[in-house]
């Protein structure tokens, strides 16, 4: 029952991190420490590349509507 309860008031306190932190292959000591507005600034994620439009493939008549996986 001691481990349901609830921690104290200022024991557990949180502040952002890293995205590195998403990245297996980084593992050192910086990731558990707070960064800066300039760093979380940098860190933003840009703006992803629309996909281009799929060309349609053309129905040919032997295929009854049924498609092909080949």
């Known amino acids: 029952m001691a481990l349901l309860t609830a921690p104290d008031e200022g024991e557990f306190v949180w502040h952002e991190v890293s995205t590195r932190v998403n990245r297996v292959a980084n593992d050192d000591a910086q990731l558990i420490l707070p960064i800066t507005a300039e760093e979380m600034t940098a860190e933003e994620p840009k703006p992803a590349r629309k996909a281009a ?18």
């Open 53 to 70: 439009p799929r060309k349609p493939v053309p129905v040919t008549s032997d295929d009854d509507g049924q498609g092909s996986l080949f």
